[in-house]
């Protein structure tokens, strides 16, 4: 794979977006994302050799939503190392992402730390000694150099409306803290949570922070390798929610959804790919952003299920 194969895929992807009539439904539930344009579209793609290409609206900043979670589970993983593991479970979720069934059934530990109630566990973690201004520095210079960019920043306005509408997460951080997996208060972990998933990121950023995953960062390994090996398994089996087998099965690679649209998906030492378009399918993933992905694993060969 390299840079003269993959141009003019990428021009024929977004043509092909732009035709498709469906777009998806915007997120609605968090009231400062509810009126984004849903025609747009965004992709761009780091390689091996270090070009990076792109396509469509993929200089225009979206909120990360959910694909944050990935960072903090690199940074949690690097603190903790497998004893992370005794409070947040590795198996994929069957009902929708903030479900508190799904965490009533299995005694307050989190199906897998990118559910909602995995992630504000993993972000609970990261409090340990710090304030929440020094954990989302840390996230915020975490994702920075992952990027090589400093140009990165959080909203604060996405963090404060979701905070002002966020009662899903508040029930979730509450049933945790009553199962003894919450360590700080709920408040504090959800304002440091939300104002994580208020990370404002262009297709370039992202791609480019995906870099470390695909073990392709220029200064070498950000984090274990151990550890990116975990991450890729948890983004290929619970990356997309209850919607992960079907991702699996379309796109065949890693990949993390967010509800701005956005996703991070990632072939193992060959690319860091992000897409964005913020309309969603039911299980709350970039409709059009899974189309895209799916037509570019198609032409290059990339599920790792493939065989020819
Ligand atoms: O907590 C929430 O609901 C949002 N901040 C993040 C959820 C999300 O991105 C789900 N992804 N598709």
């Known amino acids: ?23 998806g439904r915007v997120a609605d539930y968090i009231p400062e994302l509810a009126g984004i344009d849903p025609d747009q579209f965004g992709i761009s793609i780091c390689l091996a050799d270090g070009q990076q290409l792109s396509a469509g609206d993929a200089t225009t900043g979206f909120s990360v ?17 497998s004893r992370f593991w005794d409070r947040v479970g590795r198996e994929p979720s069957t009902l929708v992402f903030n479900s508190v069934q799904e965490l009533e059934t299995r005694d307050g530990i989190p199906p897998n730390p990118f559910v909602n109630s995995g992630a504000i ?13 020094e954990t989302l520095a840390e996230i915020i210079q975490f994702v920075r150099q992952a990027a090589s960019d400093d140009d990165i920043y ?4 996405v963090a404060a409306s979701e905070n002002a509408s966020g009662h899903r997460n508040r029930s979730l951080a509450h049933f945790l803290r009553a199962c003894g997996n919450l360590r700080h208060d709920c408040d504090l972990t959800l304002g440091t949570y939300f104002h994580h998933c208020a990370l404002e990121m262009t297709c370039e950023q992202l791609a480019r922070t995906g870099r470390f995953l695909a073990g392709l ?3 070498g390994h950000l984090i274990q390798p151990g550890h990116i090996r975990s991450i890729n398994a948890l983004m290929m089996t619970c990356g997309h929610y209850n919607g992960s087998g079907e991702f699996a099965y379309r796109v065949g690679i890693p990949g993390k959804s967010g509800v701005g649209g956005g996703i991070l998906a990632i072939v193992p030492r060959r690319a860091s790919i992000a897409v964005w378009s913020p309309g969603l399918d039911q299980f709350g993933n970039s409709l059009r952003g899974t189309a895209a992905l799916a037509k570019l694993t198609h032409l290059l060969r990339l599920s790792v299920f493939s065989v020819s």
């Open 154 to 157: 959080m909203d604060p306005e």
């Open 217 to 219: 960062h220029p200064s």
């Open 1 to 23: 794979m390299d840079s003269q194969s993959v141009r003019p895929l990428l021009d024929d992807i977004c043509a092909a977006m732009e035709q498709r009539e469906d777009r």
């Open 121 to 133: 566990v993993t972000t609970d973690s990261l409090l340990v000694g710090a304030t929440p201004k």
């Open 65 to 81: 939503q959910s694909v944050s979670k990935v960072f903090t589970l690199a940074i949690a993983l690097g603190r903790y190392g």
